[in-house]
């Protein structure tokens, strides 16, 4: 999860502008899921999930990193926070 700042956004049209061009990046430079999970009715902040499948949590890990630093150069927005959440499942 991350949770952004748009400083530019004027209205809820300029915020989904943003966020549609951020995902849409994503999803072609990396194969994770990403959706907005919170702070929908906010103009200036945006709650981002993403979601990846691994074979390890050091592999999942390395391409988050790799997904913040090319998110970390975006400039119509300010990471402010984000964090990581790791489920295993199976033997």
Known sequence: MMELFLPGSASLKDK??????IKDRVRHRF???MAEISDQDKW???GLG???VSESQ???EQELQKIFRFLD????????????DYQKYGG
């Not at 989904?16 to 061009?21: D, E, G, I, T």
């Not at 150069?73 to 990581?84: F, L």
């Open 58 to 60: 050091a592999n999942a």
């Open 50 to 52: 993403l979601a990846l």
């Open 73 to 84: 150069a975006g400039t119509d927005y300010e990471i402010i926070s984000h964090w990581m």
């Open 44 to 46: 200036q902040k945006a």
């Open 31 to 33: 194969n994770v899921s």
């Open 16 to 21: 989904r502008m943003v966020l549609n061009s």
